[in-house]
């Protein structure tokens, strides 16, 4: 964003503007980081919004936008207001000739359309959007990208890639269709189509962290792991004070012979984000397999420390106490596994120890536990 020297605009000598221009905000605001949305940009996207010829914003946008609060306050007064009473201005207004009213009927009509569908009615609110389309074709990409979002949130993928399809025909060139596209076919596990998007996306979008990462995924999924990694690789050369790319690049290396590399990410994503339970675990495994067991037991005590919430990291400790020869500890740590998940797998490593300490009556009551969660267990799929 360019600094400006003009003064705001009085919003509250306008209040139909100001909300538009909340609406505004919010349709650039879409899932987007760090770019602060100013009122001038926002009134200028609103004469753009009002003009049937005229993008929105640039579609392949490598800019990433927080809404200003002021917009959040504002939206949330639109939202509270009564929705089917301001849709009676607005169609009132735009009859006698306020051309304004043209995009705020079209976005008053898309906020009714999410109200229907929040309260269950998913088909009445696909008709409403459907509606809206086809009477607003300024509108249209909005109101797709809107629909899309919505149902792919309730689990409907493949409505919401239907919608994401004619968006792609409509705006071939706009990034933010591939991207929520290559989503939806992640959440279906079709990783081929998820890599087609994403390649579609980098492209659009060479020099953006988020669309590397998206590519990087898909290449892991699709056992593409030394192409995952070079991808990864870019997107750190652009974010290098991202932790996730760090972990993300290390699952990659995971499956590859690069040990060594595969540590030392884990290592700069730890370094970046002190906290993170899930890199301390992984970089455990990763020593494991280095056969560097006091480092392994370290980083395990840490990602325990963190969150000891996972029953299998308890049990991890378990085995590395009883190869230790610290039987009581790994009892110990079998026993908060079997609290968090008394699996089998976690009773029948109690009643190992507990036979070998000669406490028999522990461990058949641990065996007799563990047959009779198997017995009463579910049928697996095959």
Same mark, same amino acid.
């Given at each position: ?7 705001? =605009? ?6 139909? *503007? ?11 605001? @879409? ?18 919004? &009002? ?32 929705? %089917?009473?301001?849709?009676?201005? /607005? ?24 109200? &229907? ?17 086809? %009477? ?45 596209? $290559? ?15 994403? #390649? ?10 988020? $669309? ?18 070079? &991808? ?12 996730? *790319? ?17 540590? =030392?990410?884990?290592? #700069? ?13 992984? @970089? /455990? ?14 980083? *395990? ?7 000891? &919430? ?10 590395? @106490? ?33 036979? =070998? ?5 522990? /461990? ?5 536990? =563990?047959? %009779? ?10």
């Amino acid at each position: 964003m360019t600094d400006r020297e003009d003064p705001p =605009a009085p919003i509250a000598d306008a209040p139909a *503007l100001a909300k538009v221009i909340s609406m505004a905000a919010r349709m650039a605001g @879409r899932d987007g980081p760090k770019a602060k949305l100013e009122l001038p940009a926002a009134l200028d996207m609103f004469r753009k919004l &009002t003009r049937p010829n005229s993008a929105v914003a640039g579609p392949a946008n490598e800019v990433e936008v927080e809404i200003d609060p002021s917009w959040s306050e504002l939206r949330a007064e639109l939202e509270q207001d009564d929705i %089917d009473a301001q849709l009676v201005t /607005a169609r009132r207004e735009l009859a006698a000739g306020d051309q304004d009213y043209v995009v705020i009927l079209a976005a008053l009509r898309d906020l009714h359309a999410m109200r &229907t569908f929040e309260r269950g009615q998913h088909a009445e609110a696909f008709a409403e959007w459907e509606q809206l389309i086809e %009477d607003s074709p300024h509108y249209r990409v909005e109101a797709l990208l809107a629909r899309s979002a919505f149902f792919a949130a309730e689990g409907d993928q493949r409505t919401a890639i239907h919608d994401l399809d004619r968006l792609a025909a409509l705006e071939p060139r706009n990034a933010e269709v591939y991207e929520r596209r $290559a989503r939806c076919f992640r959440r279906l596990d079709d990783w081929p189509r998820a890599l087609a998007d994403a #390649r579609r996306l980098v492209h659009l979008l060479p020099r953006n962290a988020d $669309a590397l990462q998206s590519l990087g995924l898909a290449q892991r999924f699709t056992d593409d792991y030394e192409g995952g990694a070079r &991808t990864y690789g870019r997107a750190i050369q652009l974010a290098p004070w991202r932790a996730d *790319l760090y972990e993300e690049r290390a699952s990659c290396l995971m499956m590859t012979p690069r040990r060594a590399e595969e540590i =030392a990410d884990l290592t #700069r994503c730890i370094e970046r984000d002190p906290t993170n339970a899930e890199a301390f675990q992984r @970089r /455990a495994f990763a020593h494991a397999r280095s056969r560097e067991p006091e480092r392994e037991l370290a980083d *395990l005590l840490r990602a325990i420390e963190l969150d000891p &919430t996972h029953a299998r990291w308890h049990h991890t400790l378990g085995r590395i @106490r009883e190869r230790q020869g610290q039987l009581d500890l790994a009892i110990e740590a079998f026993s908060r596994a079997i609290d968090l998940d008394p699996k089998p797998l976690f009773l029948e490593a109690r009643a190992r120890l507990h036979e =070998a300490k000669g406490a028999a009556d522990l /461990a058949v009551a641990d065996l007799l536990r =563990a047959a %009779d969660i198997e017995s009463n267990a579910p049928p697996e799929d095959d």
